[in-house]
C-alpha cells in the first residue's frame, strides 16, 4: 500500500469515526461524571449479542445513552443499563463487573475469563460467538488458556465454523507457549496419527 493510500484509509476511518460521532445528539450524552460502571461499544455488542450498528441505532433512538468518552475516544455506555439488555441475572456480583471492565481495557487474563463466563456462566445469556471473539483477542496478546479455548471451540464448533486443522493449530500454538494441558492432548493426537505432527508443525 502506498503512502496515498494509507493516508487516505486513515482519512476514511476519521470521517467514519466523525460522522458517528456527530450522528449522537448533544441530549445523548450525559456528564462523564457517571457513577455506574461504564464499558465501550465495542464490550456491550458482545455482551448482548447485536452488531455495533445496531447499538449505533439504539443509542440514536435513545435506548441507549452514552456517558461520555473514555481516554482513547472510545463512547462509553451504562454497563448496568448493557447488562439488563444482556439478559444478565441482576443484580451483577462485582467480581463479573470488574471481569467485564479489565477485559474492556484489554487485560488478557480478563478476556479469556469473560469468554468462559459467556459460554458457562448461568448468569449470563449464552453467547459462544462474543466468547470466541474473546478468546481471539486474548490468544492476539499471547494468553496461552485463550490458545487452548480456541482449539475448543474450532474443535467443536462452538461460536465459530468448525474446523479441525485450526483446531489443531490453536492447540498447538498453546503448547508451544507452555500450557500444559496442551502440550498433554497435542502429544496424544499425535502418538495417534504422524500426519497431526507434520501438519501442525508445518503451519
Not at 445523548?28 to 458482545?46: G, V
Not at 463466563?117 to 494468553?143: G, T, V
Not at 496419527?193 to 501438519?199: E, G, L, M, P
Request: aromatic residues 8%; proline residues 3%; glycine residues 4%.
Amino acid at each position: 500500500m502506498s503512502t496515498l493510500d494509507w493516508c487516505c484509509c486513515r482519512a476514511s476511518h476519521y470521517s467514519v469515526r466523525n460522522f458517528w460521532m456527530e450522528s449522537i445528539s448533544q441530549e445523548n450524552i450525559r456528564s462523564s461524571n457517571h457513577s455506574s460502571p461504564l464499558c465501550s461499544r465495542a464490550m456491550a455488542a458482545l455482551l448482548i449479542g447485536r452488531s455495533e450498528r445496531s447499538l449505533q441505532r439504539w443509542m440514536q433512538q435513545g435506548e441507549l445513552v452514552a456517558q461520555g468518552f473514555d481516554r482513547s475516544g472510545r463512547i462509553q455506555l451504562d454497563l448496568d443499563k448493557v447488562l439488563s439488555l444482556a439478559g444478565a441475572v441482576s443484580p451483577c456480583a462485582a467480581e463479573m463487573i470488574e471481569t467485564i471492565v479489565l477485559a474492556d481495557s484489554g487485560d488478557p487474563v480478563a478476556l479469556n475469563d469473560l469468554g468462559m463466563m459467556l459460554l458457562f456462566d448461568q448468569r449470563l445469556k449464552p453467547r459462544p460467538s462474543s466468547a470466541a471473539a474473546l478468546f481471539q483477542a486474548a490468544a492476539a496478546k499471547h494468553f496461552p488458556d485463550a490458545m487452548h479455548w480456541l482449539f475448543y471451540c474450532f474443535l467443536n464448533g462452538i461460536g465459530v465454523a468448525k474446523d479441525n486443522a485450526t483446531a489443531l493449530r490453536w492447540l498447538s500454538q498453546a503448547a508451544s507457549f507452555g500450557h500444559q494441558i496442551a502440550k498433554a492432548q497435542l502429544s496424544i493426537y499425535e502418538s495417534y496419527d504422524a500426519n497431526i505432527s507434520v501438519a501442525v508443525h508445518s503451519a
